[in-house]
């Protein structure tokens, strides 16, 4: 399915998309050339905004949970991407370790899971799962709607204490798909024999939003240098707000300072282009995923007239942890739907290649509103037809495959920002 775009076919989008498209070359060879300074997250995925006035980038994700959600046709593409990450590591390689999330009763997540042992397996790998629940005594079987069934297994540190494996499985390489949010769990530190990927330190018990997007301004602002165009265009502009308790009224005054703040650079730069819409801003923990403690903000006054059913959903994030550290972002309003729905995309990476997509839709949310919520459906993005490859010739805005190449571009942006923030914030940094 390609959908209709109903972004406006003139104005800054439309000058974005022809000049990265004029630049293809120079823009490939600067990723190639970044690629050798930085090593990629093993997998990613990006959550992408489409304003029409502007393409960016509004979440990273450093274990990614939605391929299942992505095109069949893509996997050949994804096993050649997964095989260029574990000859980084592991060259030789024979086993390795899944750790997924403890949502056993959650059957899309586990399709995610049987599609990415599908991957894995395919590049020559035996795969097998491995849970930190402390509950686990004994293997147990998932059977999942498709017919098929997935296996959960103990952990269990070797003799030594220096390598983590299963009952009779010995594996080269440890991988997350659990983003380590409650902490880091004993069990899978100081494994001396072994990659433990993606690093822990990408877990949100150490991993902060807004040390990302400060990589990410680093990032864009060098690539807009590259294309000719304002890092704007690319970028949310957003702040850090920390020490914040919402269960008590006054603590969001400073907050309420720092949100007036950044929505009068936002007037700014919609004066600057014209822009007619109303300016907003996300206020979102600083950690954490699923799309909690997220609230959209149009002025610094409705802080001080939050209800206690408003402050207690921004003050509690996934597993019911406390939020008391949020960032500040610019919101990106995303003018594409499907069947009027409104929709963002969502891209996926291995290693430094896009393997696939999709539109994350919510018939029920505004172009104003996070869409990462219940309700939300996927639409695999049209990759799938294309490989993404884009069509030099055809004017900006009437070819589907050259939007979805600038959302790649934009997602791989987000992946060396990702690749810079894991760099800055390694408690190991003598390993680069």
Request: charge should be neutral.
């Amino acid at each position: 399915m390609v959908p209709h775009l109903v972004t406006a076919l003139n104005g800054p989008l439309l000058d974005l998309e022809k000049k990265i498209l004029g630049a293809t070359p120079a823009i490939e060879r600067w990723f190639r050339m970044e690629w050798q300074e930085h090593t990629p997250p093993f997998y990613c995925s990006v959550d992408l905004r489409n304003a029409g006035f502007k393409l960016a980038p509004v979440d990273t994700n450093l274990f990614p949970g939605g391929f299942n959600n992505l095109s069949p046709e893509m996997l050949p593409l994804a096993v050649q991407a997964a095989m260029a990450a574990i000859e980084k590591y592991c060259p030789d390689a024979k086993n390795l370790l899944l750790i997924p999330e403890h949502h056993t009763h959650n059957t899309f997540y586990l399709q995610n899971i049987a599609r990415l042992m599908q991957i894995f397996r395919q590049t020559g790998l035996n795969v097998r799962l491995g849970s930190l629940s402390d509950d686990l005594k004994k293997p147990r079987d998932i059977d999942l709607p498709d017919g098929s069934k997935i296996t959960l297994e103990p952990l269990e540190r070797s003799k030594n204490g220096r390598r983590l494996g299963l009952k009779n499985f010995d594996p080269c390489t440890v991988l997350l798909n659990n983003d380590l949010s409650v902490g880091i769990p004993s069990v899978l530190e100081n494994l001396h024999e072994q990659n433990v990927l993606p690093p822990l330190h990408a877990g949100w018990a150490v991993r902060r939003k807004s040390n990302h997007f400060a990589a990410y301004d680093e990032v864009v602002k060098k690539f807009a240098k590259l294309v000719d165009v304002d890092p704007w265009m690319l970028n949310p502009l957003f702040l850090k707000c920390g020490e914040i308790n919402f269960q008590q009224e006054d603590s969001t005054d400073g907050l309420a300072d720092n949100v007036s703040s950044l929505l009068a650079k936002i007037r700014k730069k919609y004066k600057e282009y014209g822009i007619k819409e109303q300016p907003f801003v996300i206020v979102k923990a600083n950690a954490g995923t699923y799309g909690m403690g997220i609230v959209t903000v149009k002025d610094a006054s409705e802080l001080k007239e939050f209800n206690r059913k408003q402050r207690n959903n921004i003050a509690v994030g996934k597993e019911g942890l406390e939020v008391s550290e949020v960032i500040i972002q610019e919101g990106v309003h995303s003018f594409e739907r499907i069947n009027e729905a409104v929709a963002e995309p969502v891209v996926y990476m291995i290693d430094r290649y896009v393997v696939g997509g999709f539109y994350r839709v919510h018939a029920d949310r505004d172009v104003n509103e996070n869409l990462n919520a219940p309700g939300a459906h996927f639409v695999p993005l049209a990759f799938a037809q294309q490989h993404a490859l884009p069509d030099l010739q055809a004017k900006p805005g009437t070819v589907a495959p050259n939007r979805f190449y600038m959302y790649g571009v934009v997602a791989r942006l987000a992946l060396l920002a990702a690749s810079l923030e894991m760099e800055k914030t390694d408690p190991n940094p003598e390993v680069y």
